[in-house]
């Protein structure tokens, strides 16, 4: 039979319709279909520019300040967030409307200077790309943190934070990992004061409770997990959740270096609800500084997906309080 080898060439995986990949092997990536339940709507009191931190791979950044800080006198200047946007490392960018809302949110509400960094994406580029990429900004930032007339004049390089959601999550993680046990000198001028990891798109083989009962169309279920993990992982690891780029518990990982100030945000409702809380419990019992808060009700992504609730409210003063409270330890 010729028929199928003569067939056109169909989809086989499906992203949200952000991204598809064909039988040929073929990636089709469209405009963006992901858009916030409430509305985008972005807090018009920031202000923002693009940078490119690297022009090899096409990889660029957009910096946030919140207006009010332009007033600012004297020594006056803002702590850093360095911010990894989500989409199972697959889908995403910091010019999507939900995430670039996200990131004015955090910039006017903390407040702080904001970095929202791109990384190289799967399945074209696979893991770990994105983690190599992650490590870029924060190299560029160590170059560019008394250059960049934004950042010379508002950003305290003593008070510098990696944050992200979901597959961001999974990349403050790797920075901790990379970079809390390096030397001084690496990032110097800039220091790393702690870590916040919004719904980690942490994995493994076993299913866990919440796992098992997250209902189908949730907006990360089961399916949609598993098909970013396979996008994701190196060819060859096939859907081996059990990788070290997605499982910090794997055998073959390595957590020794995460020992910098670790903040968890966990939704009640997200299927990854039972591995973040296993990952703060582990991570606590091996005697790193990691602590969790819970918020009831609330899904995946809840914070890229509605930035303007009460729920990201509280949230924002949880990871405010968190960042006050590392800044405020003394050197070490």
Known sequence: ????????????????????????????????????????????????????????????????????????????????VVYFHGGGFCIGSYAWPIFHAACTR???????????????????????????????????LRDRITADPWLAEHADAARAFVAGESAGGVLAHHMNVRFSGAPPATLHPVRLRGFVQLMPFFAGSEPTPSELACPDGAFLDRDMAGRYVKLSLPAGAGAAADHPFLNPFSPDA???????????????????????????????????????????????????????????????????????????????
Request: charged content about 25%.
């Open 254 to 332: 390595d957590c020794a270096g995460g020992a910098g100030p670790t903040l968890v945000v966990v939704a009640g409702d997200d299927m990854l609800r039972d591995r973040n809380l296993e990952y703060v419990r582990r991570m606590k019992e091996m005697g790193k500084p990691v602590e969790a808060v819970e918020f009831e009700g609330q899904g995946h992504a809840f914070f890229s997906l509605r930035p303007w609730s009460e729920a990201v409210d509280e949230m924002v003063r949880a990871v405010k309080g968190f960042m006050d409270k590392v800044s405020a330890q003394a050197e070490p």
């Open 106 to 140: 955090l910039a006017a509400s903390l407040p702080a200077v904001v970095l929202s960094a791109d990384y190289r994406l799967a399945p074209e580029h696979r893991l770990p790309a994105a983690i190599d990429d992650a490590a870029a900004v924060l190299l560029w």
């Open 1 to 80: 039979m010729a028929g199928d080898a003569h067939a056109p060439p169909h989809v086989v995986e499906d992203c949200r319709g952000a991204l598809r990949v064909l039988s040929d092997g073929t990636v089709v990536r469209s405009t963006p279909p992901i858009a916030a339940p409430e509305g985008v709507r972005a807090d018009p009191s920031v202000e923002w520019k693009d940078a490119v931190y690297d022009a090899a791979h096409g990889l660029g950044l957009r910096v946030y300040k919140p207006a009010a800080a332009a007033a600012a006198a004297g020594d006056t200047k803002l702590p850093v």
